[in-house]
């Protein structure tokens, strides 16, 4: 057989070499016209390099019986690739390209091509398969529906919502020859639905946002309950669940109706088909296997795949007994394509090629990825758009030099683009590269862990390319000695938390990396601890963050125990949060057995040893720290190895926190000037006593002058940063620190010979509306005012009462609204037009009745406006260390406060400010019983001494209106009853009694405003 096949294609080879169609070098080439041409977007096929040796010739509308020629080409590629190989055994082989030249249309792929060594080219003579110029070439892995009418079964109209009914549309897939109807899991055999190039959602309820899981049963049948001792407050398990409302019950069938949620974990998503309702007890039981964290009271997932809630344009649901697709179409459906995909394996793999070039082709409309590179070197993807594809988009995995360039990648259902290539083992380079690429709106149906770009191995580089819109990280990365540079980032993590723009964890071998000359702006994730941008999480390090700029983020940088950064030169503006280096709590991942494997994961690579100590010092350094045996475990979990150096940062917040025990040689901080509210919490000796230095605190400005530190109030003099004008003015108090300039310019996708044109700017998002008052406890009722701030462009704000995420469904706020019971309110600005993704950031308050004025309202249940105090321990509210009761003079009490002085250059003090505003401003009493909470140790007798002091606000002064002789454990507490009227704010002061700060628990026994 494989005989006759060949002989055959000699036969083809000899036709055309007798026609002059495949040109030798000698002969000139033959670029030919044929084909339909159609307008070739952003992006484009390239030249084709020199004089080409031959090139063969396909169009949709051609024949493999003809020569391939341009006035004859073949049909398929299959034939083009069996062609090109018969050249090569026909000894037609000369100097130049190979080119395969694909004319305009729609190549339909029901198996994977397969370019193998056998097809490679050389240095010298590559093979380009390409585009013709001015033609769209799409390769397509699914069927076309067609023939669309009403529907026609009357149960189903029943079934749908009666707005619905005159707009849903069907389609009988078994009439169009589909065989495969695919499932709901996510995978690649998942089932999609794609109208003019955009996915179609799924019917689902809600339509935009998630509902809330109303409990979880403390036991039920064939449930596995997780508890921790640590958090019982979790209550979470495996199992059934509650959920809320009566949605479910509406519904005329269950059959088949999944789930899609985080539910325990802001970064952990699962679908799940629902095994059964129990609409009596309101539970809802998933298939196994359960979600590996369990799930949690509170916690977000919605409905789909549910016939019933197929109530508006873009939703679609598929009837798999009666191959039946119902549609509400977003535009008319006469002039629309719509595409299922049914391939199920990628469209196109390249096994061991070397110097193949794939060029300006669209591939589109698949289950499974659409491109697998495997081995091989020196092979590229230039100019080419990936979209609508269920799995990773272009898979590169292992080989040398492969280069995925100027490539459009969006509307995927996993990861954009793997890059694998090198040896962890020897640190051999893979160097592969992405370059110039347009990476968004991925990760649509598996949420998490599916960034544009999973980088991993060693050497890899990633340049010039633009990432945005995602549900959780960028860019992931693992291995050593990648490269990420020249990328702009915006808009990701939308739908998450604990997340990083770019993100690494469990191993601390993941070091060398250089990360320089990035655009981080307007990222902010709506999960808990939103996002760090920047995350090497537990205990990643060796990083170098030199020349970037993060604008409008939630957080600059985190590290849990991370080593070896170096962050220098770069620009931190408007950041929520600055840099934060903690110090993990649980040891047991620093020892042999833990249930990350970080210890194992070192012992795999040898990183005690050459390559790895050689290359990178900081390891040697945790290779020390490790042979003081397991009894000095916490210096395995400490940040050590870090510099921070001559950054510009005016931030919201704190410019760095360090955990308790991480000093400031350990992680050195160096010529910066620091414009940020907060200049450093935690302990410049890392002993364990970590406190809040404010921008104005004259002891840690001394301390972190020392080291050419610039600690400021002053704005830092860049000249536009609102509209990407990053440059420092002539005059700004930057320069004092030798601030480089960053190559602003050079940033982002560029036009070359690949990309035509550049993606159109995103929108800016409107700003963030404001809510006044901020947040507070109340008496009675509170009216509250939700505003966009002056100078804003229009946009609608959207509110919600419920502590759920807004969306353009919520309540449109149109003038004051009025509470009288506590309630979360959260809001975010919609466009007037265009997608939901360009709203502002949520902003939230939490706004809680406190009870009638007239019978007292505690400040314990009052949130304080400033505290200053003894860091580790904080505000105390309505207990005592330990949790226990608060307790004075043998009588305890229910409500009350704990103020512990700090050691503060004035003077060691601690005081907590609250405001007294709405009905609060009616007070004119303060009573309190105050005293001093336990006892000393026997060998520290005279410690905790303390006295107190009361002071008001009237008028705009502060006056102190109380103070006491000083207290010591066993001294009789003493009743308070102070005049507090006409002040709108109040001090509660403890004062150290002169013996040291140690045991001075202030306790403020039923702090009360009457």
Sequence with gaps: MRAKTMARLMTTVSRLLAAGSLALVTGGCVM??????????????????????????????GNDESLGAASAPFATLTKARDAVRARRVAGAASPGSVVIQLHGGIYRVTETLTLGKEDSGSEASPVIWMAAPGDTVRLVGGVRLSSWGPVTDSTVR????????ANVVEADLTALGVTNSGTVKPGTRRAEVFFNGKYLTLARYPNADFVRIADVPEAAKKARPIRDPKRPDLHRHEGPFNYGGDRPERWASTEDVWVHGYWLHDWSDQHHEVLKFDFERKELWPKPPYHSYGYKKGQRYYYLNVLDELDEQGEWFLDRSSGKLYLWPPSPIEDAEVLFPDLEKPMLVLDEAEHVSIRGIVFECSRAGALVVKGGNHCDISGCVVRNVGSTGIDVKGGMHHTVRSCD??????????????????????????ENCHIHHFARVQKTYRPAVQLTGVGNRISNSYIHDCPHEGIGYGGNDHVIEFTEFTRVAQETGDVGAIYAC????????????????????????????VYPDLPCGGIHLYGNIFHDVDQIFHTNSGRGMLIENNVFLKARRGMSFSVWGDMKKFQQGGNWRMVERLAEVNYD??????????????????????????????????????NVSSGDSFFLRLGAWASLGDTKVESNFIADPVAFIGSPSGDGKARTYRNDDEQIRAVLARSGNIVSDNDPGFIDPENGDFRLKADSPAALIGFEPIPFDKIGVRLNAFRLSLPAPLPKPPFAPVISPDGRYFTGHVDITIAL??????????YTLDGTEPSRESLLASGPIRLTETTTVKCAAFPPVGPASDRSETVSATFRVSGRLKDGVYLSDLPETDYVGYAPMGLFRDKAHGNNLLTLGGQTYRKGLITHPAELPDGNRACAEFVLLGALSAARRFTATIGIEGQAPKDKPHHGTCGFAVEVRRDGKWQRVFESDVFRPGTTPRDVDIDVSSADRIRLIAIDGGDGIGWDHAVWGAAMLK
């Design 609 to 646: 040893k050459p390559p790895y100590a050689r290359r990178y010092p900081m390891l040697a350094r945790l290779a020390a720290d490790f042979a003081k045996g397991d009894e000095y475990v916490r210096q395995r979990a400490i940040p050590k190895d870090n510099i921070i150096r001559r």
């Design 506 to 533: 469990m191993d601390w071998t993941y070091t060398g990396h250089v990360f320089r000359h990035n655009y981080f702006h307007h990222i902010h994730g709506p999960g808990k601890l939103g996002c760090f941008t």
């Design 409 to 434: 990648v969006y509307e995927v259902a996993a990861t954009g683009i793997g890059l694998s290539g090198g040896d962890r083992k020897t640190l051999a380079r893979g160097d592969h590269a992405v």
């Design 789 to 798: 701030p002056p100078g804003s462009s229009e946009a609608q704000i959207r």
């Design 158 to 165: 029943g079934r749908l919502p009666e707005s619905a009914r």
């Design 32 to 61: 030919g016209t044929g084909g339909a041409r159609t307008g070739s977007g952003s992006l484009g096929p390239g030249p084709v390099p020199g004089t080409p040796a031959c090139i063969f010739h396909v169009a949709p509308t």
